[in-house]
């Protein structure tokens, strides 16, 4: 039975995460959202990592659930996979490196010996995800002298600031990262900026597996990028899958349309300006408002790595959808803003009739969705499971914005029986 993974979120004891990222409201979202198998983020912090061992039994080998006993929430359907981030920041060939780092771990027994090491490197209290002054290389030889069943994957691989291949502080080529442990590198993260067609085009892209996740700061952003496997549950046939890039039991990645991630074009946040990589070759990288060199995007990184042309597609790859959050399609379909009480009244309607999230999204019939529903929101998700959007790139920080109904459309929404 298909099944849908979120490996990579922060709890509350990262910076500028909510305060509800604890257990039980991540399990509440989770059911909410579709997800069976969430990541724990940030095992490496002790306080959280406290949290996780009081608040979770095991379940199917090297996954946990939630422990009703006591507590007022009675689901606990949702599996938990240990994961954590770690930024390494340190010199490498004359530059400044800026990684992150996903490790997943099979059991609590191989997290405290992951945190017993790295806490003789840095402080593992001061942040969720915590900045250690480790070479990349060096912390894959850690964790795999640890446990090789821990699986390693750098996250959102084409952010200027913060990856592999970022602009600012990556590299060219998984080798010059990692060396000779370059071949336990199974899996790379797309990043919300960034989509398989993208990364198909680079040699690396092509040679790992591309998983897909939310990088969720609260509840409601998890699985805003996610996974859908077909296998067993359980911590080695979800990680082997993974590894072997096996298009029968790992079955899709679920994308944020490219364009709305905060890095997709090039760009200065301060100055509003937003550039293609062609206008960004025009300026000679530098900001036409102030001078100063721009923020590289990852459309503009992928040109400059890439060997195979746009809309190539690797073959033996993973496929992929591209979605957006359905509160974004009804706060879209109503002219307000996500957030607004309307839009969460209207969100609840539809996961009371169809379940989940992702069953309203993905699969649920548009005749039946008409018959729940306003037209323009039914409409809205129709648009959006065939691609038909328009999207204002993000760049330095900023999203994307998305519209999926044309200025024209907006001013006929109000009169709903007037618009389709």
Same mark, same amino acid.
């Given at each position: 039975?298909?099944?849908?993974?979120?490996?990579?979120?922060?709890?509350?004891?990262?910076?500028?995460?909510?305060?509800?990222?604890?257990?039980?409201?991540?399990?509440?979202?989770?059911?909410?959202?579709?997800?069976?198998?969430?990541?724990?983020?940030?095992?490496?912090?002790?306080?959280?990592?406290?949290?996780?061992?009081?608040?979770?039994?095991? !379940?199917?080998?090297?996954?946990?659930?939630?422990?009703?006993?006591?507590?007022?929430?009675?689901?606990?359907?949702?599996?938990?996979?240990?994961?954590?981030?770690?930024?390494?920041?340190?010199?490498?060939?004359?530059?400044?490196?800026? %990684?992150?780092?996903?490790?997943?771990?099979?059991?609590?027994?191989?997290?405290?010996?992951?945190?017993?090491?790295?806490?003789?490197?840095?402080?593992?209290? !001061?942040?969720?995800?915590?900045?250690?002054?480790?070479?990349?290389?060096?912390?894959?030889?850690?964790?795999?002298?640890?446990? #090789?069943?821990?699986?390693?994957?750098?996250?959102?691989?084409?952010?200027?600031?913060?990856?592999?291949?970022?602009?600012?502080?990556?590299?060219?080529?998984?080798?010059?990262?990692?060396?000779?442990?370059?071949?336990?590198?199974? !899996?790379?993260?797309?990043?919300?900026?960034?989509?398989?067609?993208?990364?198909?085009?680079?040699?690396?892209?092509?040679?790992?597996?591309?998983?897909?996740?939310?990088?969720?700061?609260?509840?409601?952003?998890?699985?805003?990028?996610?996974?859908?496997?077909?296998?067993?549950?359980?911590?080695?046939? %979800?990680?082997?899958?993974?590894?072997?890039?096996?298009?029968?039991?790992?079955?899709?990645?679920?994308?944020?349309?490219?364009?709305?991630?905060?890095?997709?074009?090039?760009?200065?946040?301060?100055?509003?300006?937003?550039?293609?990589?062609?206008?960004?070759?025009?300026?000679?990288?530098?900001?036409?408002?102030?001078?100063?060199?721009?923020?590289?995007?990852?459309?503009?990184?992928?040109?400059?790595?890439?060997?195979?042309?746009?809309?190539?597609?690797?073959?033996?790859?993973?496929?992929?959808?591209?979605?957006?959050?359905?509160?974004?399609?009804?706060?879209?379909?109503?002219?307000?803003?996500?957030?607004?009480?309307?839009?969460?009244?209207?969100?609840?309607?539809?996961?009371?009739?169809?379940?989940?999230?992702?069953?309203?999204?993905?699969?649920?019939?548009?005749?039946?969705?008409?018959?729940?529903?306003?037209? #323009?929101?039914?409409?809205? %998700?129709?648009?959006?499971?065939?691609?038909?959007?328009?999207?204002?790139?993000?760049?330095?920080?900023?999203?994307?914005? %998305?519209?999926?109904?044309?200025?024209?459309?907006?001013?006929?929404?109000?009169?709903?029986?007037?618009?389709?």
């Amino acid at each position: 039975m298909a099944f849908i993974a979120d490996f990579h979120i922060h709890s509350k004891y990262s910076r500028a995460t909510s305060p509800q990222m604890d257990v039980e409201h991540l399990v509440k979202s989770a059911k909410i959202k579709g997800i069976k198998v969430l990541g724990t983020g940030d095992f490496t912090h002790p306080q959280w990592l406290q949290e996780l061992k009081e608040k979770l039994e095991p !379940a199917e080998p090297g996954l946990f659930r939630f422990k009703t006993q006591g507590s007022r929430l009675e689901d606990n359907e949702t599996r938990f996979i240990l994961t954590s981030e770690i930024s390494c920041i340190y010199s490498k060939g004359g530059r400044v490196r800026k %990684i992150h780092i996903i490790i997943f771990a099979p059991d609590f027994e191989t997290v405290e010996k992951i945190n017993t090491q790295l806490g003789w490197i840095g402080n593992l209290k !001061a942040d969720g995800r915590p900045i250690l002054g480790l070479d990349a290389k060096e912390l894959v030889k850690i964790v795999l002298n640890i446990s #090789q069943d821990c699986l390693i994957v750098p996250a959102h691989l084409m952010t200027p600031w913060f990856s592999l291949f970022g602009s600012k502080s990556g590299f060219n080529f998984l080798e010059e990262c990692f060396e000779d442990y370059s071949k336990y590198i199974f !899996a790379g993260e797309t990043g919300l900026s960034a989509n398989p067609l993208m990364l198909w085009r680079m040699p690396d892209g092509r040679r790992i597996t591309l998983i897909s996740n939310s990088d969720s700061h609260s509840p409601a952003k998890i699985g805003r990028e996610a996974n859908v496997f077909d296998t067993e549950i359980s911590y080695d046939v %979800i990680t082997n899958a993974i590894k072997q890039k096996d298009p029968k039991k790992f079955l899709y990645t679920i994308e944020f349309f490219p364009e709305e991630g905060k890095y997709h074009y090039d760009g200065h946040r301060n100055c509003n300006v937003s550039l293609s990589p062609a206008e960004t070759k025009k300026y000679n990288g530098l900001c036409p408002v102030c001078g100063r060199p721009l923020t590289v995007g990852v459309l503009n990184r992928v040109e400059e790595l890439a060997d195979r042309p746009e809309s190539f597609k690797s073959e033996n790859a993973i496929p992929f959808k591209s979605l957006i959050p359905l509160a974004e399609i009804i706060g879209e379909a109503l002219g307000i803003g996500d957030s607004s009480k309307e839009v969460e009244k209207e969100y609840q309607n539809l996961i009371q009739k169809f379940n989940n999230e992702f069953h309203i999204l993905v699969e649920v019939p548009l005749s039946d969705l008409k018959a729940a529903t306003l037209p #323009q929101i039914a409409e809205g %998700i129709s648009r959006v499971r065939e691609g038909k959007v328009q999207i204002e790139p993000g760049y330095d920080g900023v999203y994307g914005k %998305i519209k999926i109904f044309s200025e024209a459309e907006k001013k006929e929404l109000p009169g709903q029986k007037s618009l389709f």
